[in-house]
T-cell receptor, first 113, second 112 residues
Framework: DTAVSQTPKYLVTQMGNDKSIKCEQN?????MYWYKQDSKKFLKIMFS???????INETVPNRFSPKSPDKAHLNLHINSLELGDSAVYFCASSQQTGTGELFFGEGSRLTVL | SQELEQSPQSLIVQEGKNLTINCTSSKTLYGLYWYKQKYGEGLIFLMMLQKGGEEKSHEKITAKLDEKKQQSSLHITASQPSHAGIYLCGAGAGGSNYKLTFGKGTLLTVNP
């Protein structure tokens, strides 16, 4: 059983399109995250949700909108894609009062042409 | 905001050699986490250090936390090709477990 699963794994699209990445965790964790890893492998947090509530929003453009229908799911929707959005997006989860041990998905590689 | 500086940025070693990766924080460390990433995969949690002077081991990987220096080191003994990957250190910001900031990573190559 995959603990944190993301779909799709690869996504190639044109500038200006809208796309979504889905994430699901079966660990029973309360907190979920979206991280972005750029071409230089720098991993930066974008959003964090705790029990479906947004708790971290790291100055990400409004074109990025996370949605958490329940605490096991955190989806990322991106409007009007730009070239600079090309990156690997990682979903992660952790216990609410956990030790900072994050469980990561395998990543979704987004390429914007 | 907290920044984590890792050194070296990349490292190539011969199988069997020992190596050390360092992680230095710009602010007080409330907890330091080491992760490993293989190409095309997500990050795998290695270990967490919370107290100054704490040292933990996972197989042939040992990590130490020097709270005064706001620094942690990761040491691999008798490296193997399976150790190859990107090693990232992460730290909680201001004691919060919700937000983990990562260093830029150290790319380790182990030649057989």
């Amino acid at each position: 059983d995959t603990a944190v699963s993301q779909t799709p794994k690869y996504l190639v699209t044109q500038m200006g399109n809208d796309k979504s990445i889905k994430c699901e965790q079966n660990l029973g964790h309360d907190t979920m995250y979206w991280y972005k890893q750029d071409s230089k492998k720098f991993l930066k947090i974008m959003f964090s949700y705790n029990n479906k509530e947004l708790i971290i929003n790291e100055t990400v453009p409004n074109r990025f909108s996370p949605k958490s229908p329940d605490k096991a799911h955190l989806n990322l929707h991106i409007n009007s894609l730009e070239l600079g959005d090309s990156a690997v997006y990682f979903c992660a989860s952790s216990q609410q009062t956990g030790t900072g041990e994050l469980f990561f998905g395998e990543g979704s590689r987004l390429t914007v042409l | 905001s907290q920044e984590l500086e890792q050194s070296p940025q990349s490292l190539i070693v011969q199988e069997g050699k020992n190596l050390t990766i360092n992680c230095t924080s710009s602010k007080t460390l409330y907890g330091l986490y080491w992760y490993k990433q293989k190409y095309g995969e997500g990050l795998i949690f290695l270990m967490m250090l919370q107290k100054g002077g704490e040292e933990k081991s996972h197989e042939k990987i040992t990590a130490k936390l020097d709270e005064k220096k706001q620094q942690s080191s990761l040491h691999i003994t008798a490296s193997q090709p399976s150790h190859a990957g990107i090693y990232l250190c992460g730290a909680g910001a201001g004691g919060s477990n919700y937000k983990l900031t990562f260093g830029k990573g150290t790319l380790l190559t182990v030649n057989p």
